[in-house]
């Protein structure tokens, strides 16, 4: 079974929950393109390291969900969620969550020089779940809505969002799981 990502949830509101998520390490890969086109573009080189495209020739387990994130204006240095964020118009940066037992003195370096790895603290994030299609505007509708219920709740959001993606692509689009997450201060 493949691993997710750990969190704890410390709150819980209508429509979402407040989850603390542990520091974690992601290898990533920026983009060029549409930001619905993003996941796809970055799955090989991504898919390539952690099946052994690095100096050691180790593999490294999948682990879910595959986040996707849009932040206007963020450069990056240099899963199993998959991460993505938007750095300009059609720029994205994708990643996958490393292994939790995983940190970046224990992961082999990437040979892609498209891939780098990035530890991420500990931090809280609201979430909201959903099925269905991966669609940017599925996305975008879901995200407008977390963000109206957070606000609503008096949270303050410290970071741009993220898309979690769960499942393969080969797993019915009714069955899947996704979510939304917004950083937010510590409850």
Known sequence: MTESQKYT???QHAGFEVRCYAAHVVAEVTVTGPADEAGNRAF???AGYIGGRNVTGRSV??????LQQKA????????APVLQEATGPD?????FVMPAD?????????TDLDVSLRAVPEGFAAAAQYSGRWTLSSYEQHLADLDAAVRAAG????????WARYDPPWKPWFLRRN???LPVAAP
């Not at 995983?102 to 990437?110: D, G, K, R």
């Not at 949270?155 to 993220?162: C, E, F, K, M, W």
């Open 9 to 11: 949830v410390v709150a």
């Open 44 to 46: 090989r080189p991504l």
């Open 61 to 66: 387990a999948m682990t879910a969900p595959v």
């Open 72 to 79: 206007a204006g963020r450069s990056i240095a240099m899963t």
């Open 91 to 95: 720029t994205s940066v994708v990643g």
């Open 102 to 110: 995983e940190s970046l003195e224990t992961l082999p370096a990437p």
């Open 155 to 162: 949270l303050l959001v410290v970071g741009p969002a993220r």
């Open 179 to 181: 979510e939304v997450l």
